[in-house]
């Protein structure tokens, strides 16, 4: 989000008052996210000590409204649209806190750390609050001189770039033999299987298909072939069904629209809405949507086994082969983050900027570490 946020020209150089609260917003975002992660607690001890007092209930209804409202608030961006508060935050607060002070607790146990919780509560409404600003009407921010090239990632334009990936060690260097060598083999199908007018849909799949790492490769193979399958059926169904050609050709806008949606959301979404929207098309230009629903199915088979078999054979490149340099990248990034709070804590003067840039690495190593390993273990 960060990388597409803030490579928008439109947005970054914040020329009007909408793309200065987006960045605002956006910023405010990312410091209520920071709050909501640093606080943990021993939720097992919690449960153990206040379990029948009745606090934990309290404080779950309160947060259960504050996720409303952050949830409401994404809406209202999303659709641009004004947004209300769902209820006064002061008085939620106030009422919270005098429904703790309340209650009667055992001898010896003491009210600390739900007191902590209602404050934490507090800050976390004060964040909504602040994020709440984006909608009023009438405030004119100035810019706000921030440095947005810290936070995005940077690659420069050197031929030593080039000329150091061209060895077999290269990761860069493997896929590309990978991609071309499955793309020859699928030329070569092509040429040996002259069953159709759309055979390049078979280089088509090998591209979109194979990826640098091995999961990656799978998944997309199991994504293309449900999304064809199933898409196909539905494009059938459609043509089989509908006759008024003003019907399919609002079906076939609506599948349109939802291809490019989804194109960089939901790979299987927009695979799943691009086969009936293909058939749809090719009905209109006069072809037989039966023989381009075969010949769709055929090639995405025949294109996803030769990209399954390019990435499983041809120098594969496995998930647990990469997670050590993950897991010494997520070292690093926390190391440097806590060298930032530890100067902060000492007294000394800290750079907003580069304690901003540390958080965003750990949570960016923090993210990749996360996903490989999922994808190891698929």
């Given at each position: ?8 020209r ?12 987006l ?17 943990y ?7 153990k ?32 649209t ?27 146990i003491?009210?600390v ?16 609050s ?8 009438g ?5 706000s ?27 860069a ?33 090998i ?79 006069g ?64 750079n ?10 750990v ?5 990749n570490l ?9």
């Open positions: 989000v960060r990388e597409v946020f803030f490579k928008t439109k947005i970054v150089n914040e020329s009007t008052d909408a793309s200065r609260k960045v605002f917003t956006f910023v405010e975002t990312v410091d209520l996210f920071e709050d909501i992660t640093a606080s607690y021993d939720y097992k001890s919690l449960r000590t206040y379990g029948d007092s009745g606090a934990l209930s309290l404080i779950h209804d309160t947060l259960k409204k504050l996720v409303n409202e952050l949830h409401a608030i994404g809406i209202a961006i999303q659709t641009n004004s947004f209300e508060r769902g209820f006064d935050y002061d008085e939620e607060i106030k009422t919270l806190k005098a429904k703790i002070d309340a209650i009667t607790l055992a001898e010896g003491n009210k750390v739900l007191i902590r919780i209602v404050v934490n509560i507090r800050n976390l409404l004060n964040g909504i602040s994020i709440e600003q984006y909608f009023t009407t405030i004119k921010r100035k810019r001189g921030v440095d947005h090239s810290h936070f995005i990632t940077h690659q420069r334009l050197d031929p030593k770039i080039f000329f150091n990936n061209l060895n077999i060690q290269s990761d260097f493997r896929h590309a033999i990978r991609v071309c060598a499955a793309s020859v083999v699928g030329y070569f199908v092509i040429q040996l299987m002259p069953y159709g007018n759309h055979s390049y849909w078979v280089l088509l799949t591209a979109f298909i194979i990826k640098p790492a091995f999961s990656l490769t799978k998944q997309r193979n199991i994504e293309r072939i449900i999304g064809t399958v199933v898409g196909g059926a539905i494009g059938v169904a459609a043509l089989l069904l509908v006759d008024n050609k003003t019907a399919l050709f609002i079906i076939m806008v609506l599948f349109m629209l939802a291809t490019y949606t989804f194109m960089r959301l939901n790979y299987l979404a927009m695979v799943l809405c691009v086969t009936p929207y293909v058939f749809i098309l090719f009905s209109f230009i072809s037989e949507f039966r023989v381009i629903a075969w010949e769709r199915l055929l090639d995405t088979l025949i294109g996803c086994t030769i990209a399954f078999a390019a990435s499983y054979l041809l120098f594969p490149s496995w998930e647990r082969e990469q997670l050590k340099n993950h897991m010494r990248a997520i070292l690093q990034a926390n190391m440097l983050y806590l060298q930032k709070i530890i100067k902060a804590l000492s007294g000394h003067p800290v907003v900027i580069e304690y901003k840039v540390a958080r965003k690495e949570y960016l190593h923090s993210a996360s996903a490989a390993f999922q994808r190891m273990l698929s």
